[in-house]
């Protein structure tokens, strides 16, 4: 289970940032950023870590969990998201670079240092800044980060959905599945795509 202690190396505030969905062929990319107040071992049976090795169970349990101890100023966090457009102009990387931005500003705390899971930097307003590949796995603030993101794309792709019900988008979260893949070519790709992937741009240009 990941824990504080890459944030226990680094004075002051930490902000953990975490991004989802930059590989679908649908929706924002979606990024989180979270402060612990606060670091004391949390209590916990469900281990903390990177939201893609827990269940939608686990890291429903967790949520609830994380907004408690937001009430209870243990712990602060802000979501920002980049659109579909963004990402076809900008290209998904830089797309991802924008959404965590949005969320740094959303603190409005100029002495926050930032820790972020990957291997590329935001350079942004003179932070202190520290990449970390695999991140989710050790950073309670960054696996933390991974959790909410993931919780609210899925939520808002679930929504989306409803209004696209062909593509599977509560199953699949907007991924290349088959099914998603043959919705693609048998409907065509809606205003939610992301026209600069494939195959959805090559089908464009048939």
Same mark, same amino acid.
């Given at each position: 289970?990941?824990?504080?202690?890459?944030?226990?190396?680094?004075?002051?505030?930490?902000?953990?940032?975490?991004?989802?969905?930059?590989?679908?062929?649908?929706?924002?990319?979606?990024?989180? %950023?979270?402060?612990?107040?606060?670091?004391?071992?949390?209590?916990?049976?469900?281990?903390?870590?990177?939201?893609?090795?827990?269940?939608?169970?686990?890291?429903?349990?967790?949520?609830?969990?994380?907004?408690?101890?937001?009430?209870?100023?243990?712990?602060?966090?802000?979501?920002?998201?980049?659109?579909?457009?963004?990402?076809?102009?900008?290209?998904?990387?830089?797309?991802?670079?924008?959404?965590?931005?949005?969320?740094?500003?959303?603190?409005?705390?100029?002495?926050?240092?930032?820790?972020?899971?990957?291997?590329?930097?935001?350079?942004?307003?003179?932070?202190?800044?520290?990449?970390?590949?695999?991140?989710?796995?050790?950073?309670?603030?960054?696996?933390?980060?991974?959790?909410?993101?993931?919780?609210?794309?899925?939520?808002?792709?679930?929504?989306?959905?409803?209004?696209?019900?062909?593509? %599977?988008?509560?199953?699949?979260?907007?991924?290349?599945?088959?099914?998603?893949?043959?919705?693609?070519?048998?409907?065509?790709?809606?205003?939610?795509?992301?026209?600069?992937?494939?195959?959805?741009?090559?089908?464009i240009k048939k």
């Amino acid at each position: 289970m990941a824990d504080f202690s890459i944030e226990n190396t680094i004075e002051g505030p930490v902000i953990g940032l975490d991004e989802v969905g930059r590989g679908p062929l649908a929706g924002p990319v979606v990024s989180c %950023g979270v402060i612990y107040n606060s670091y004391e071992t949390l209590k916990t049976k469900i281990p903390i870590t990177d939201s893609k090795k827990l269940t939608i169970k686990q890291r429903v349990e967790l949520f609830k969990l994380f907004q408690l101890l937001r009430k209870e100023n243990i712990l602060d966090y802000y979501l920002g998201l980049a659109t579909v457009e963004e990402i076809d102009q900008i290209n998904i990387l830089e797309a991802t670079k924008l959404s965590m931005k949005r969320v740094i500003d959303k603190f409005d705390n100029q002495t926050a240092s930032i820790i972020i899971d990957g291997n590329f930097k935001l350079e942004y307003k003179n932070f202190n800044e520290r990449s970390i590949i695999g991140g989710d796995k050790v950073s309670l603030s960054i696996a933390t980060a991974s959790i909410i993101a993931k919780i609210h794309r899925d939520r808002l792709m679930g929504i989306l959905d409803n209004r696209y019900p062909h593509y %599977g988008w509560k199953q699949n979260a907007g991924y290349g599945t088959k099914k998603h893949i043959d919705a693609i070519k048998e409907k065509g790709h809606t205003n939610c795509h992301r026209k600069t992937f494939e195959p959805i741009k090559s089908l464009i240009k048939k």
